[in-house]
């Protein structure tokens, strides 16, 4: 995924400004060399590259599994990763697509109550 320069809401930091080239990014392959930056890229950009590796098969899911509910949830697949020890991330972020038989769950009428099922 390309991504412009001029369409940031705030210029990378200088390590980040010289990967740009004619003020343009692949940020995917910038990641991929360079570390993830998807908490800096959601918050100064419009720009769903979450969706997009997922789109494109290449999404890191053992890696980032946690953060793809909390950026990216149209896209998010709950069955990529065992949520054994994570669930609370989904009742989180993701509580309107919650899967209780899957997430190991029990949930009262208050979206702020939710516990473990023992």
């Not at 998807?38 to 953060?67: K, M, P």
Request: a negative charge; one cysteine or more.
């Amino acid at each position: 995924m390309v991504i412009k320069l001029k369409e940031l809401r705030i210029t990378p930091c200088k390590e980040w400004l010289v990967l740009f080239e004619n003020g343009k990014l692949d940020a995917h392959k910038a990641f991929e060399e360079h570390g993830e930056q998807y908490g800096w890229l959601y918050a100064y950009s419009d720009y769903d590259l979450i969706a997009w590796e997922i789109e494109n098969d290449c999404f890191n899911w053992e890696a980032f599994y946690l953060i793809a509910p909390c950026f990216c949830k149209e896209s998010f697949k709950h069955n990529k990763s065992n949520w054994k020890d994570f669930s609370w991330k989904i009742a989180e972020y993701y509580s309107e697509r919650f899967d209780r038989n899957t997430h190991n769950w029990k949930k009262d009428y208050s979206l702020n109550n939710i516990e473990y099922d023992n």
